[in-house]
């Protein structure tokens, strides 16, 4: 079902965001207009959808019949005053450039119907520097989608309203898809805050010589009951694309230390081509990687240093998340089960080995947190001890 403030959204952006949740939304009941300046990004519409359409039927989000009413309600233009005329929402998916960004959503904020909200799908920037280039900063928001998975990110910026934030949250539940409303901004919203460090810390087990990058992968595959490790959901996410994250990446004190080395590793894959899933090659040889592969899961190597590195790095970035009030331990745990298609989330994981091992872990840890945040990681443990211990 609809709901009754929404009737047409506008996608800015031909791109694979766009052209993924216009097809979502369409599929949905609503009408979507697409922009792009660039007429072959518009042009490669129709193919992708009828893609993408084929996989949604096949993961069962929607049947034949919806998919087939769907192209009917998609509109395809390259001239920006018309895509946003009827407008009641517009998610912009451009270019990851801030000052890009900016202008974007300042124009859309002059030619767009009063009523129209504005988000932005960014993955790497803060809505926060965005929307001061508008003027109704009320409705502006992050509509952040993560490709093939249902979770959807909404993020308020300084001004914006409750009203609007209730409207982005009965949309997304309106498509079938899993809103998070995060309390505050945060960089990598919360499951790429997760993600992130769990493959940064794979990616540093190997570089260090402490383990292979099979049995990385063994190790998280087997005590995070998943069919792919770090290694392996590198290789779908490309290659080009975390060096890419590594290279824009803001300054710490352990981003400072680590970066060189993660880039050097990348470097030679990137040189050979080897990107991963799109080339071919890149950790794994595809199309039958080792991973998917019976007798991968039955070497019987020791897995437990790479474990426990792979968990201390999910487990205490979670509760970082929470000391920062980004959002609750609930909504943590439910960013990573709903956005991995994990069983477990992080601080369901803490539960299970303990806070004393977790603690324990913390301790003999080198260098992965930086001693603030090594601190807030105690703070918030004692505090959430306590209230468990009143709670009883």
Known sequence: MTIREIDTICYVGAGTMGRANSLVAAISGYNAVIYDIAEE??????????????????????????????????????????????????????????????????????????RTILTTNTSGLLVSNIESAVVRGDRFAALHSHLRSPLVDIVGGPRTSAATID??????????????????????????????????????????????KEDVDRAWMRHRRTSVGPFGLM???????????????????????????????????????????KSG???????????????????????????????????????????????DQDKIDMAWTVGMSQDTGPFAVLKEIGMDVFLQLLGNSANMFAPDDVASIRIYLTQMEKREHVGG
């Not at 039927?57 to 309600?73: D, H």
């Not at 009827?86 to 998916?93: C, G, I, K, M």
């Not at 409207?167 to 960089?187: A, D, F």
């Not at 803001?250 to 081509?273: H, M, N, W």
Request: charged residues 20%; proline residues 5%; glycine residues 6%.
């Open 167 to 212: 409207i982005l949250t009965r949309y997304v539940l309106s498509t079938k898809l899993v809103p998070l409303v995060l309390h505050r901004e945060n960089p990598g919203y919360v499951l790429n805050a997760l993600l992130g460090p769990v493959v940064t810390t794979a990616m540093l087990l190997v570089i260090e010589g402490v383990a292979s």
């Open 235 to 277: 290789d779908q996410f490309g290659l080009n694309v975390v060096y890419d994250g590594w290279q824009h990446r803001s300054r710490d004190t352990v981003t400072d230390v680590v970066k060189p080395q993660i880039l050097a590793f990348l470097e030679p894959y990137l040189g050979k081509g080897e990107l991963g899933l």
């Open 41 to 114: 990004n518009l042009a490669g519409v129709v193919a992708y959808q009828s893609e993408f359409g084929a996989y949604l039927v096949e993961n069962g989000y929607c049947s034949a019949q919806e998919l087939a009413a769907a192209p009917a309600r998609v509109t395809c233009v390259s001239d920006l005053a018309e895509a946003v005329a009827n407008a009641d929402l517009v998610s912009e998916s451009v270019i990851e450039e801030l000052a890009i960004k900016r202008e974007v959503h300042r124009k859309l904020d002059q030619i767009c119907p009063e």
């Open 281 to 327: 090659k890149g950790f794994y040889d595809y199309p039958n990687p080792a991973y998917e592969q019976p007798e991968f899961l039955s070497d019987d190597n020791d897995n437990s240093i790479p474990h426990f590195a792979l968990t201390l790095a999910l487990v205490g970035n979670a509760i970082l998340l929470a000391a920062k009030d980004i959002a």
